[in-house]
């Protein structure tokens, strides 16, 4: 947001908000870069995520059925 000129809404050191329309008022670019970060980057991530799990947590084949035998010894 900062790369954006995102103008930030807080008093300054003195006190002084300004007028609703100072406090309120943004950049255009401000507007595209929280949909960004709204609408692209979590399905990026979630994406990620998704394949790093799909990839490193392998729970079938050959692996499954020892886990499985493992799991049926302790519950007996």
Do not use: C, W
């Amino acid at each position: 947001l900062y790369l954006a000129g995102y103008v930030s809404t807080k008093a300054d050191l003195m006190g002084n908000a300004g007028t609703a329309a100072q406090i309120t008022a943004q950049p255009p670019a401000v507007g595209s870069a929280l949909n960004v970060l709204m609408f692209a980057v979590p399905p990026v991530i979630l994406l990620t995520a998704l394949l790093l799990y799909l990839k490193k947590y392998k729970l079938h084949g050959a692996y499954m059925e020892k886990i499985k035998g493992d799991l049926d010894e302790r519950r007996q």
